[in-house]
């Protein structure tokens, strides 16, 4: 044992070196303790409460399925022609509110600038002998999807919020315009019904302060439309149809930016 001897004025102490750590570790806690109170105090809570709204605003991708329409198979002298309807992707920019009735509990509305989408026919046309395939294009379209959900989140007070959400979308098409190239082969015009449907929803949003945050977000909306065309070969009387139902389904995929009120 290491003993050491202490003169302070007059009064003489005997210590040993282990005490000396033991009063030095003692402070340290303390000082830590300190310390790490200080930083709780400092650091603001990040937690979503009943009562908040949330704000987002970013970009979305809207990436309907493949096939989204078997068309019924056309028959024009000798030729055959079987076509299926694609739906390509579209981009704008989304809008959503969330409104937390409790501390996991959400009301959730997504609204966006109206998304463009390309739509082409995959044609194969025969005449018994020999089969040519291609891609033709079609129309473009243009929508709105306000989707109304439910969500649940499982960690509101953690920094990192994962929530899933089920509700219902409704989605409307305010313009469908065709080619010049199927005006011109006799499909003069086409339209598209509104639909409801069914929307799946997983995402969460990463705090970065007390009010700040990053939104990640993925959907599934079941969205089908009944399409109907007219046709006019400039001979015979113009002809209004139903062509069937195009699935359009897609997966929507946005990130956003958003703030806590």
């Known amino acids: 044992m290491i003993l050491l001897r202490v003169r302070v004025g007059r009064m003489t102490a005997v ?3 282990e005490e000396i750590k033991e009063t030095i ?6 000082i830590w303790a300190g310390a790490l109170l200080g930083a709780s105090i400092a650091t603001p809570a990040v937690a979503h409460e009943a009562g908040d709204w949330i704000l987002r605003g970013g970009v979305g991708m809207v990436m309907p399925k493949n096939d989204n329409l078997v068309l019924p198979e056309i028959t024009i002298d000798t030729l055959t022609v079987n076509a299926v309807v694609q739906v390509d992707d579209g981009v ?3 809008l959503t509110g969330t409104y937390m009735f409790t501390d996991n509990w959400a009301f959730d509305i997504l609204a966006a600038w109206p998304f463009k989408h390309d739509v082409d026919l995959d044609a194969t046309i025969s ?9 033709l294009p079609f129309a473009e379209v243009e929508h709105l999807p306000p989707t109304f959900s439910v969500q649940y989140h ?12 089920l509700g219902v979308n409704y989605t ?11 005006i011109d082969a006799g499909i003069v015009d086409f339209s598209l019904d509104d639909s409801f449907g069914v929307a ?6 990463w705090m970065l302060n007390d009010r700040a945050l990053i939104n990640f977000d993925v959907r599934w909306i079941n969205i089908e439309s009944d399409i109907t065309a007219t046709i006019d070969d400039g001979i015979n009387p113009a002809e209004t149809g139903e ?6 389904d897609p997966w929507v995929f946005a990130v956003n930016f958003g703030y806590k009120f």
């Open 127 to 135: 005449d018994g002998v020999t089969t040519e395939s291609g891609t």
């Open 243 to 248: 062509l069937g139902t195009i699935k359009i």
């Open 15 to 17: 210590v040993t070196i």
């Open 25 to 30: 570790m003692k402070r340290s806690s303390l």
């Open 200 to 205: 799946a929803q997983i995402g969460a949003d």
């Open 154 to 165: 499982f960690s509101p007070e953690a920094k990192f919020q994962p929530f899933v959400g």
């Open 172 to 182: 409307t098409f305010l313009s469908e315009d065709l080619t010049q190239d199927i």
């Open 92 to 94: 704008s920019m989304t």
